[in-house]
T-cell receptor, first 114, second 113 residues
Framework: GAGVSQSPRYKVAKRGQDVALRCDPI?????LFWYQQALGQGPEFLTY????????KSGLPSDRFFAERPEGSVSTLKIQRTQKEDSAVYLC????????????FGAGTRLSVL | KQEVTQIPAALSVPEGENLVLNCSFT??????LQWFRQDPGKGLTSLLL?????REQTSGRLNASLDKSSGRSTLYIAASQPGDSATYLC????????????FGTGTRLKVLA
């Protein structure tokens, strides 16, 4: 595709539900990042993939958060037993190769937990 | 732990003014610093990237400077236009660890016509 695509754009979940957020990176991009952006804040790093390998998951806030990229392209961020504090915009970014400075961001998924 | 701060949090200026956005970071061990623009409901767009060995970068009406030793960067916007209205985010890439960026909280800019 022309850019990084994220779906859904908006997700409303009841507290306790599980959600899955999808990211389609730019074709051929090796690196993929997930960030969480709370209202009025800057994005905060969650996790990083190089191809299918999850090299850094130090930013995942709890074991309720899980990310995967099984074939080295599409990635899914899963949040189990959602809590109100999980409400945020989840941004995905990709870059062409490992260490590439420029990260291309998707428009994000806005998650609201009621 | 690296922390990035941006001042001011919000700024409203009349069209045509030159303006400066400030960014400070606590750990000078950075690989590079990047300025992004974020429009409501959209992702981030990279504006300027400054490597740690560089002092400034320019693109059109934008100029970004970096003083790594003092932990500061500024983004200068010349002759501001209403289309410049957006949130501007500063982010640093630490020297250690993986290739993540650490972001500031942003400056919300409104340019009045």
């Amino acid at each position: 595709g022309a850019g990084v695509s994220q779906s859904p754009r908006y997700k409303v979940a009841k507290r306790g539900q599980d959600v899955a957020l999808r990211c389609d990176p730019i074709s051929g991009h090796v690196s993929l990042f997930w960030y969480q952006q709370a209202l009025g804040q800057g994005p905060e790093f969650l996790t990083y993939f190089q191809n299918e390998a999850q090299l850094d998951k130090s930013g995942l806030p709890s074991d309720r958060f899980f990310a995967e990229r099984p074939e080295g392209s599409v990635s899914t961020l899963k949040i189990q037993r959602t809590q109100k504090e999980d409400s945020a915009v989840y941004l995905c970014a990709s870059s062409f190769r490992q260490g590439e400075n420029i990260q291309y961001f998707g428009a994000g998924t806005r998650l609201s937990v009621l | 732990k690296q922390e990035v701060t941006q001042i001011p949090a919000a700024l409203s200026v009349p069209e045509g003014e030159n303006l400066v956005l400030n960014c400070s970071f606590t750990d000078s061990a950075i690989y590079n610093l990047q300025w992004f623009r974020q429009d409501p409901g959209k992702g981030l767009t990279s504006l300027l990237l400054i490597q740690s060995s560089q002092r400034e970068q320019t693109s059109g009406r934008l100029n970004a400077s970096l003083d790594k030793s003092s932990g500061r960067s500024t983004l200068y916007i010349a002759a501001s236009q209403p289309g410049d209205s957006a949130t501007y985010l500063c982010a640093v890439r630490p020297r250690s660890g993986t290739y993540k960026y650490i972001f500031g909280t942003g400056t919300r800019l409104k340019v009045l016509a």
